[in-house]
């Protein structure tokens, strides 16, 4: 998805920041698959999770923390923007626990958030763009899901709104995009076949997300402006549908 987002994508965060206080959390596993492969490291797996051996956590770090992280705030800087680059598991950001240290080693969940970090960072003018590591209390580094990263964050800093950027414009129905949906009418279209494959996770996560004050989360596209005028791009989700979507 990295190499496939656009500059009008990037541009729009611009925009974005004159209504919003922004902050980003990036994955980026095409990229750290390429450089496993490229060093020949074999892969575990356990139900389809990829395991994360010492050996693949300092590929991982390479690419989250190092070159997909330094390329994302690189394209935000020249269009402009202060953006800067942050490790979940520094300044306590991501407290996590082993999601299931036996089976999938250095993969973590989060636990807490403590925000303090991300707030000075906006209220200086920055955004942050989080890569999505946390840290133990045995101290140790710990990969975690970037979309469950990015809930986790939302939460705890009181998120408005929560955008997953993804590949398609949003849940397409009939190759239309859908406006607004609850995550009941999402089960239903799981059942149905309407939603699947890598989109199940990523709306998933969006569901967990939604809270009562957390109200919205989107599906966007990485591959457009998230922003036409005043109004956000993709499927709205909410807990329950209302009249009108702002």
Do not use: C, W
């Amino acid at each position: 998805m990295l190499d496939q987002l656009t500059d009008d994508f990037y541009n729009s965060f611009q925009d974005l920041q004159k209504h919003y206080q922004v902050i980003i959390v990036h994955g980026g596993g095409p990229a750290i698959t390429r450089l496993l492969d490229q060093l020949n490291i074999e892969g575990e797996f356990y139900d389809g999770l990829r395991k994360t051996t010492p050996e693949t956590l300092e590929v991982v770090e390479m690419v989250l923390g190092g070159s997909v992280n330094g390329k994302i705030t690189g394209h935000l800087m020249k269009k402009g923007m202060k953006a800067v680059g942050v490790k979940g598991s520094e300044a306590s950001l991501l407290q996590a626990d082993y999601l299931d240290k036996e089976n999938l080693g250095l993969v973590g969940e989060v636990r807490d958030v403590n925000p303090v970090l991300l707030q000075k960072l906006i209220d200086e003018g920055y955004l942050p763009v989080v890569a999505p590591f946390g840290r133990t209390d045995d101290h140790q580094t710990v990969n975690i899901n970037a979309d469950v990263a990015a809930g986790a964050i939302a939460t705890a800093v009181g998120a408005e709104k929560l955008l997953y950027v993804t590949d398609v414009p949003g849940i397409l129905v009939e190759d239309e995009i859908l406006a607004l949906t609850t995550p009941e009418e999402i089960e239903g279209m799981i059942d149905q076949g309407t939603i699947y494959g890598g989109m199940i996770p990523k709306v998933h996560s969006a569901t967990e997300a939604l809270s009562d004050h957390l109200e919205e989360v989107k599906i966007v596209s990485g591959k457009k402006p998230l922003m036409e005028g005043d109004m956000l791009n993709g499927t709205s989700i909410r807990a329950k549908r209302k009249e009108t979507v702002e």
